[in-house]
């Protein structure tokens, strides 16, 4: 199981912060699931849009974390707003309107136990503040490497196992881990995503997609 990787990594809860601070939302459970790597458009369009509306700088190949889906909105509900991509889109990104951190990522395949977060769109708790997330929750694998375009910059070389890159998703390991992940959640205490959405404003960008946000323009619909 790729959870032994994350042995180093506390299951106390953590805090998940936009990046501005006025967002604040604790998860219960502060080991996450499995971290990787993604090269996918939809993930880079989705930060790209959000950073030229003002909010954290895109990287390069987003990491992405998941966690069991138990959490707790201490404060700044009335910042958060659901946001897909496209009419079509499947995947729904909780985005603030203070600062245009990107929050918890819900995807059918999560089946209702866990949610995403991309680590450099918001701040989440570390485990010491002498050793870098990358130590304590390293990704484990990268996926969609077809879609990477270099315009985007230079490809950083995978830290992890090279016998992990992919160009696509869901090799047999990750297709042994869906099946083996726990199906449900243990002792939850808060709220899962699903709900909160239920509360906070939806909206659509109608981005065409693979398309480059380069500036404001390239967004049909503004925000929030």
Not at 2 to 8: G, L, R, S
Not at 85 to 102: F, I, M, V
Not at 131 to 149: G, N, Q, Y
């Amino acid at each position: 199981m790729f959870d032994k990787i994350y042995d180093n990594c506390s299951p106390t809860p953590k805090k998940i912060n936009c990046q501005c601070g006025k967002v604040l939302i604790k998860m219960s459970n502060g080991r996450p699931r499995r971290v990787l790597e993604c090269c996918c458009i939809d993930c880079y369009q989705h930060l790209e849009w959000a950073s030229v509306m003002g909010g954290p700088k895109v990287p390069i190949v987003p990491t992405l974390s998941y966690w069991d889906n138990d959490i707790d909105v201490v404060r700044g509900e009335e910042h958060l707003r659901v946001v897909l991509l496209r009419e079509e889109g499947r995947s729904k990104r909780t985005t603030t309107t203070c600062c245009l951190s990107t929050l918890m990522v819900d995807y059918p395949g999560y089946s209702g136990v866990m949610f995403m977060l991309f680590e450099e769109a918001c701040r989440v708790q570390e485990d010491d503040p002498d050793v870098p997330p990358t130590k304590t929750r390293p990704a484990e694998s990268r996926i969609f490497l077809k879609d990477f375009d270099t315009s985007r910059g230079e490809l950083p070389e995978f830290q992890g196992d090279p016998a992990r890159v992919h160009q696509t998703c869901c090799p047999e390991y990750i297709k042994g881990w869906n099946r083996v992940s726990s199906p449900t959640l243990d002792n939850p205490s808060g709220e899962k995503v699903q709900s909160l959405f239920e509360r906070i404003p939806e909206m659509t960008l109608g981005l065409e997609e693979g398309k480059r946000i380069l500036n404001p323009s390239d967004c049909p619909v503004g925000f929030p």
